[in-house]
């Protein structure tokens, strides 16, 4: 298992994957970097988002939160803070950084 997993998410739909992707991975010692956008923003509001933020460096695209409808300087989702309310640099940074990468 590689030591740094990226998830880059534009969708909505995949929540149970992400979570047990992330699982797996903690299992196997890697760490998990997770960059929502777009549609992906949504699973800020599901249930068991502050899991996943329990188990994985999560970043939210702010102009993605907000074109969604919430307000990224007032509405951060459990598990965050500010400074995760972010911009597609660290996206980028995902890229760099992360030994694996995957998309949703």
């Not at 030591?3 to 699982?23: A, E, P, W």
């Not at 919430?70 to 996206?91: R, Y």
Request: proline share 3%.
């Amino acid at each position: 298992m590689a030591q740094s997993l990226g998830i880059f998410v534009t969708s909505d739909r995949y929540m149970n994957h992400i979570l047990g992707i992330t699982k797996a991975a903690k299992a196997k010692g890697s760490d998990v970097t997770i960059f929502l956008t777009w549609k992906g923003t949504r699973l800020a509001k599901d249930p068991r988002f502050s899991e996943l933020c329990k188990l994985a460096h999560v970043d939210i695209c702010a102009d993605s939160y907000k074109k969604m409808g919430w307000d990224p300087l007032t509405d951060i989702p459990e598990g965050l803070t500010d400074k995760n309310m972010s911009t597609q640099a660290k996206h980028g940074a995902i890229i760099d950084n992360c030994d694996k990468y995957i998309s949703f």
